[in-house]
């Protein structure tokens, strides 16, 4: 157990970042688990911030603004970070809470990525599950709407080119199934494989994602909580990183370069 600090000085900034470094050249099995928190250096809001979302909404504040225009907001260093772990076999699997779809914008595999609450960019089909680009299907949201599980089926809506079944947003709102594929995938890489699981970003308060870090630690992996605020999984944590993420796992991932290079020299 880590007790969390209040500041963080650069010498211990970079103790962490050594140690994480070195967890993650021994480690078997890692999983990377994110939340808002990693796409705010991009200019989104994350939620339960002190500016967040949800934060704002419970004190009966409108939301707070995009910091830079959406159409210029894209995946920022923590993103390619995460892509560049993956390409030197580090990196085994990625649990990500956030609907905007940077990760799949940075270059990080499919096949690796559980998008357990939904990508604003993509549409599901409700019969066979297949994901597709709005593009892709020809949805237009000012004539389809936002096609949400919940909303009124309108006329001319597209349908499903595989099997003609009603297709929906796959983004999931409060009430909403999580999507069964990516939950499943996210239980086996954390219960079953993981040694180590790393959270960057996410207030853990939203359930079932947030047990991921218990199903992880029940296996005994060791557990790395990179978030500003305060988390119900604090007491789980093998080190507790209260600093924005990209004083943080970039750096990580460059020592993780370094010693890998020597390990191999």
């Known amino acids: 157990m880590n007790k969390r600090k209040q500041t963080m000085d650069i010498q211990t900034l970079k103790q962490y970042i050594e140690k994480t470094a070195n967890w993650i050249v021994t480690a078997k099995h890692i999983v990377v688990f994110t939340g808002a928190g990693i796409s705010t250096a991009s200019g989104l809001p994350d939620f339960r911030g002190p500016d967040g979302v949800w934060t704002r909404r419970d004190k009966g504040l409108p939301p707070p603004q995009t910091k830079v225009p959406r159409n210029k907001i894209k995946p920022n260093t923590g993103h390619y970070a995460i892509v560049e772990l993956e390409k030197l076999g580090r990196l085994q699997f990625l649990i990500s809470q956030n609907v905007d779809g940077f990760h799949i914008d940075s270059g990080f595999p ?30 237009n949201e000012r004539i389809h709407g936002k096609g949400y599980r919940t909303s009124a089926k309108l006329s001319g809506q597209p349908r499903c080119p595989k099997c003609k079944g009603r297709i929906i947003s796959s983004i999931v709102n409060f009430g909403d199934p999580l999507p069964e594929s990516d939950l499943k995938l996210s239980v086996e890489h954390a219960q079953k494989l993981c040694d180590l699981f790393i959270v960057l970003g996410s207030s853990l308060v939203v359930t079932p994602a947030a047990t991921m870090v218990a199903y992880a630690k029940n296996r005994g992996a060791c557990i790395i909580i990179n978030n500003k605020g305060e988390t119900p999984y604090d007491n789980m944590a093998d080190l507790l990183v209260p600093c924005p993420i990209n004083d943080f796992f970039p750096p990580v991932v460059r020592r993780v370069k370094q010693l890998l290079g020597n390990k191999n020299n």
């Open 110 to 139: 499919l096949e690796k990525l559980a998008e357990l609450h939904g990508n604003t960019n993509l549409m599901l089909c409700l019969s066979c599950n297949k994901k597709y680009t709005k593009k892709q299907i020809g949805w």
